[in-house]
């Protein structure tokens, strides 16, 4: 089993022990954080994306091996050389994440995570299963052609996903200067808001510096409370609709004899995020 599927099955049990803790909590608080629609088409969809990633692992395995015999260093295995790896690794994310907000092509499969009107962590499995159609393994190739080693850099991509598992969630606060360096849970909830302060800002995977360097880190603000989801009235629990629904906008776009767009910017460039009426309500 490739390391990013083994390394998530092993903390699958602390996944979903910390789901059902929080749901508690909010049954608790009287929150309206959880749906179980909603949760089950979240676990269906992370069931879907670790089959697809498995897949694609498999198949892109030789792939990645052909290439690191081209790198251009050998980097052995120290503690030094591991700590880079992370930093590198999550400067990639950060790129590929905010490449995701703004190109279609790789939209279409982000979106799915975008698309529900809950914040929490069962949200965290609401992926997509077209990430290897639309490449999000493209942005690991710099390390292996840098010279990490094909196994170690998906282990270190699963443990920056694992990560971020924790911060979907409105059950903490802020966390003082841990603020000032890492991605929170405050400054993950920005990046799920649909509210016009907070689109498309906090791409953070774990280091919240890449967006102050970059100019995309918005605090959360006790005046603007986040609404989720996306700008569209999207608001569906069928896996299979969220998980194409941006792809068969698209294909729709193309289709259409009266585009001005050409079929390189119906796939590219970004529709405009216009906030629809009603917006970023969680049904009941």
């Known amino acids: 089993m490739p390391p990013v599927e083994l ?134 190739l710099p390390m292996i052609l840098i010279g990490y080693e094909p196994l170690l850099v998906f282990a270190v991509v699963a443990l920056n996903l694992a990560f971020q598992f924790f911060v979907h969630t409105q059950a903490i606060g802020k966390l003082g200067l841990i603020e000032h360096i890492f991605n929170t849970p405050s400054h993950h909830r920005v990046h799920h808001a649909c509210n016009p302060l907070y689109i498309d800002r906090n791409f953070a995977g774990v280091l919240i510096i890449w967006d102050k360097l970059f100019g995309t880190f918005v605090a959360e603000q006790a005046s603007e409370p986040c609404r989720y989801g996306i700008t569209d009235d999207f608001n569906s629990t069928n896996p299979l609709t969220i998980t194409f629904y941006e792809w068969r906008r698209m294909w729709q776009a193309l289709r259409c004899k009266e585009r001005q767009q050409s079929a390189w910017q119906v796939l590219l460039k970004m529709p405009p995020k216009v906030p629809a009426s009603p917006i970023g309500k969680a049904p009941k």
């Open 7 to 140: 390394i998530l099955l092993l903390l699958s049990p602390v996944f979903l022990i910390c789901v059902a803790l929080e749901w508690r909590f909010a049954v608790l608080r009287q929150q309206n954080w959880y749906s179980w629609r909603d949760t089950m088409a979240n676990a269906m969809l992370a069931l879907l994306h670790q089959g697809s990633d498995m897949l694609a692992l498999l198949l892109l395995m030789p792939f990645f091996y052909w290439l690191h015999q081209f790198s251009l260093f050998t980097i052995e295995l120290s503690t030094l050389n591991l700590l880079l790896a992370f930093i590198l690794q999550d400067f990639l994310y950060y790129w590929f994440h905010r490449g995701s907000h703004h190109v279609r092509w790789l939209w279409a499969s982000h979106v799915a995570h975008h698309s529900s009107r809950f914040m929490n962590f069962s949200t965290a499995f609401r992926q997509s299963l077209t990430y290897p159609i639309s490449g999000m393994w493209v942005f690991w």
